[in-house]
């Protein structure tokens, strides 16, 4: 079944930038939503930002403007640029694939182990 790895969470102190990235094991056929979402301690998930196959993107409110979505067809690899981080950023952070059609198959939601994002003051 395919897999999904994110990377590229880290320390970083306010306003600088990471870019996370989520790579399939498998080559990407055809996918719906590329998603990501955030988890905070004592939070419930949000989502921060969605990508569709047709390439329309919506963001959460609170990272309007700082944070970008994006994919590289030939990596298999959804990215999420973000810049101007803030403390309140803080968050585990997961990628989810709604809709995907790979090599190997089919599969209605897969979701990454998650990346820890920790933004200091």
């Known amino acids: 079944q395919v897999q999904l790895a994110e990377s590229g969470g880290g320390l970083v102190q306010a306003g600088g930038s990471l870019r996370l990235s989520c790579a399939a094991s498998?080559?990407?056929?055809?996918?719906?939503?590329m998603t990501w979402y955030r988890q905070a301690p004592g939070k419930q998930r949000e989502m921060v930002a969605i990508?569709?196959?047709?390439?329309?993107?919506k963001y959460a409110d609170s990272v309007k403007g700082r944070f970008t979505i994006s994919r590289d067809n030939a990596k298999n690899t959804v990215y999420l640029q973000m810049n101007s981080l803030k403390v309140e950023d803080t968050a585990v952070y997961y990628c989810?694939?709604?809709?995907?059609?790979?090599?190997?198959?089919?599969?209605?939601?897969?979701w990454g182990q998650g990346t820890q994002v920790t933004v200091s003051s």
């Open positions: 990508l569709t196959s047709g390439g329309d993107t």
């Open positions: 989810n694939l709604g809709g995907l059609r790979y090599t190997g198959g089919f599969i209605g939601s897969a």
């Open positions: 498998e080559a990407i056929r055809a996918v719906n939503t």
